[in-house]
C-alpha cells in the first residue's frame, strides 16, 4: 500500500485503455477515494467503493484549453496513453506520444500538480537492436538512428518528461516491457484472435514480459517516492516478470485454453514477411493507411533480444514482482472466456 505520499486526487491519462483499468484499480486499493480520468471514452467499470471523474479529451487531438479543467485539483498525474501500437498511423504516434505528452506535462505543471508518472517503454531503447540484461547508464540512440516511429516518439516523449521535471513539479518515466494487460491489451491480443488454434513464430528470442498488475504497483511505488532526488527527474527499466521468448507465452495460451498450437518455421515466415511488405508497399504507393508500424516490422521485432537489468527499480523504488507470467496468462484466458459467454 501507498504510505503517507499517496495522491489524494490522481488523474489517469488513458485511463479507460486496457493497462489504465489495471492502475485505476490499484488506486482504488490504495484507498484513493476519487480517481479522474482523462481518455477518448469513459472506463468499462468502476471498482467498488471508488468515484470516478471522467473528463473526454484526445491528447494531441483536442484544444489544450480542455485540460485546464480536466487537471483541477489533481496532485498526481498518471501518463499512460498511447495509441494502438499494431494500428496507428504514424500521425497517431507523434501527435498523442509526444504533442500530447507534451501538452498534458504542460498543463500539469499549469494546474499546481506536484507528480508526474509517465509509462514509456522498453521501445525507447530502439526495438531493432538487441538489449541483453540492459541497464539505465547505457546511452539511449541518437534520435536519427531510430526505424520505427512508434520508438522514435516514445523517446521523445520520454524526454519530454524527464526534461519537464522542475523544483515543485517532480517527474519520473518507467520503460515498461511487453505488458501482460489481458486478452484484448496488444502483446497477448494475436494469440486470442484465431479461436482454437494459436498462431506464434519459431525460434523467437528472450524477451522481457511484465504483468500490468506489476508495472500498476511500480507507478505507485514511483509516485509514493518522487521526492527523492533518487526518483525525480529519473528513467527506470520496470521489464520484469520474467524473461521468456514469444512463443513461449503463445504456447502458455494454448495450454491454457485447451488450443491447437501453430509456430511458423522460418521458411513460412519469410515468405508471410514478403507478402506483408509488398502488401504494405502497395498500399503505402496508393496513398491508402497504413500503420505506422508495419505488419511485417512485427515479426523482426520477436526475433530481436529484449531482456534489461531492473535493480534499480528494485533497489530505489523497492519493486518487487508478484505475478508470474503463467499467471497472468491464466488471468487472460479467463478473461477471454468470461466475454465469450
Not at 82 to 97: E, I, K, L, S, W
Not at 131 to 148: N, V
Not at 236 to 263: C, H, I
Request: one cysteine or more.
Amino acid at each position: 500500500r501507498l504510505l503517507h505520499a499517496a495522491p489524494q486526487l490522481p488523474l489517469v491519462a488513458g485511463g479507460a485503455g486496457q493497462l489504465g483499468k489495471y492502475l485505476v484499480r490499484a488506486l482504488a486499493e490504495a484507498g484513493a477515494p476519487t480517481v479522474r480520468v482523462l481518455d477518448a471514452r469513459p472506463p468499462a467499470a468502476s471498482p467498488d467503493g471508488l468515484a470516478i471523474e471522467f473528463v473526454k479529451h484526445r491528447l494531441g487531438r483536442d484544444k489544450t484549453a480542455s485540460l485546464d479543467q480536466a487537471l483541477h485539483g489533481v496532485d498526481c498525474v498518471f501518463s499512460l496513453i498511447t495509441p494502438d501500437v499494431q494500428h496507428a498511423t504514424t500521425n497517431d504516434f507523434t501527435r498523442t506520444n509526444v504533442a500530447g505528452v507534451r501538452d498534458l506535462l504542460q498543463a500539469s505543471r499549469a494546474a499546481g500538480a506536484q507528480r508526474f508518472v509517465h509509462v514509456a517503454s522498453m521501445a525507447v531503447t530502439d526495438c531493432f537492436q538487441p538489449s541483453i540484461e540492459q541497464s539505465e547508464e547505457r546511452e539511449l540512440p541518437s534520435l536519427d538512428k531510430y526505424t520505427l516511429v512508434y520508438d522514435r516518439t516514445k523517446r521523445l516523449g520520454e524526454d519530454a518528461v524527464l526534461a519537464g521535471n522542475t523544483e515543485g513539479f517532480a517527474t519520473v518515466s518507467l520503460r515498461a516491457g511487453a505488458i501482460l494487460n489481458g486478452p484484448r491489451g496488444f502483446t497477448l491480443r494475436t494469440s486470442f484472435e484465431r479461436e482454437g488454434n494459436v498462431v506464434s513464430l519459431e525460434g523467437t528470442a528472450p524477451m522481457d514480459y511484465i504483468a500490468a498488475e506489476d508495472l500498476c504497483s511500480a507507478a505507485l511505488l514511483a509516485a509514493e517516492r518522487l521526492d527523492s532526488p533518487g526518483v525525480a527527474g529519473q528513467a527506470f527499466f520496470v521489464t520484469k516478470g520474467e524473461t521468456v521468448r514469444p512463443e513461449d507465452v503463445a504456447q502458455l495460451v494454448a495450454k491454457e485454453m485447451g488450443w491447437q498450437l501453430t509456430l511458423l518455421p522460418p521458411v513460412a515466415q519469410t515468405c508471410i514477411s514478403f507478402g506483408l511488405q509488398v502488401s504494405h508497399a502497395v498500399k503505402s504507393g496508393l496513398g491508402w493507411p497504413v500503420p505506422g508500424v508495419a505488419p511485417h516490422d512485427f515479426m523482426r521485432i520477436a526475433m530481436m533480444q529484449k531482456t534489461f537489468d531492473n535493480s534499480r527499480a528494485i533497489h530505489v523504488l523497492n519493486y518487487r514482482s508478484q505475478v508470474t507470467v503463467e499467471e497472468a496468462v491464466s488471468r487472460a484466458a479467463a478473461e477471454y472466456r468470461q466475454s465469450r459467454r
